[in-house]
T-cell receptor, first 112, second 113 residues
Framework: GQQVMQIPQYQHVQEGEDFTTYCNSSTTLSNIQWYKQRPGGHPVFLIQLVKSGEVKKQKRLTFQFGEAKKNSSLHITATQTTDVGTYFCAVIGSSNTGKLIFGQGTTLQVKP | DTAVSQTPKYLVTQMGNDKSIKCEQNLGHDTMYWYKQDSKKFLKIMFSYNNKELIINETVPNRFSPKSPDKAHLNLHINSLELGDSAVYFC????????????FGPGTRLTVL
């Protein structure tokens, strides 16, 4: 079935440093979503990418969808302690059921 | 008002017991989901209902039985609880059963002793 690999599993950065998490699929994706889960919290939708080569920005967050629609990245510029949490990519496993397949997640720790 | 709510937030119980988790959404969505998140934070879909009809039923032990009395509610009943059932269970909803944003509830942390 559909799988998506997400790396790295953990990342510790100093506040102010940049951070990137990557998702890769062996098959072409129709779209990809990104979620953030704060410690002790629940996943919260951040964005959806649909088009090949798409780049979207939300303040310090930059989301990119690869040209071949097989990979995606989330880049955070100048991390802050509020960025702490686990970032998940998610892909559709079945388009008529809404079944989301989540990546393993990247847990970001930010040292003040 | 909370969009997707779950009760209880914490559930501690003994092996072999039966327990239920309730979920309600006030977003007017048609589709609801149950996810299990293990200790390594891996999120896996368990079930989904669209307009009270079961549309996703992953490989889950039949001790787990979802019930949707109406499209705003999706409950999860677990029989004969086992140690391996300890996890955080998230309910979620989306407007429809296609490529839509999913809104997650706060989660229920289940601990089986």
């Amino acid at each position: 079935g559909q799988q998506v690999m997400q790396i790295p599993q953990y990342q510790h950065v100093q506040e102010g440093e940049d951070f990137t998490t990557y998702c890769n699929s062996s098959t072409t994706l129709s779209n990809i979503q990104w979620y953030k889960q704060r410690p002790g919290g629940h996943p919260v939708f951040l964005i959806q990418l649909v088009k090949s080569g798409e780049v979207k920005k939300q303040k310090r967050l930059t989301f990119q969808f690869g040209e071949a629609k097989k990979n995606s990245s989330l880049h955070i510029t100048a991390t802050q302690t509020t960025d702490v949490g686990t970032y998940f990519c998610a892909v559709i496993g079945s388009s008529n059921t809404g079944k989301l397949i989540f990546g393993q997640g990247t847990t970001l720790q930010v040292k003040p | 008002d909370t969009a997707v709510s779950q009760t209880p937030k914490y559930l501690v119980t003994q092996m072999g017991n039966d327990k239920s988790i309730k979920c309600e959404q006030n977003l007017g969505h048609d589709t609801m989901y149950w996810y299990k998140q293990d200790s390594k934070k891996f999120l896996k879909i368990m079930f989904s209902y669209n307009n009270k009809e079961l549309i996703i039923n992953e490989t889950v032990p039949n001790r787990f039985s979802p019930k949707s009395p109406d499209k705003a509610h999706l409950n999860l009943h677990i029989n004969s609880l086992e140690l391996g059932d300890s996890a955080v269970y998230f309910c979620a909803s989306s407007q429809g059963p296609n490529v839509d944003t999913q809104y997650f509830g706060p989660g229920t942390r289940l601990t089986v002793l």
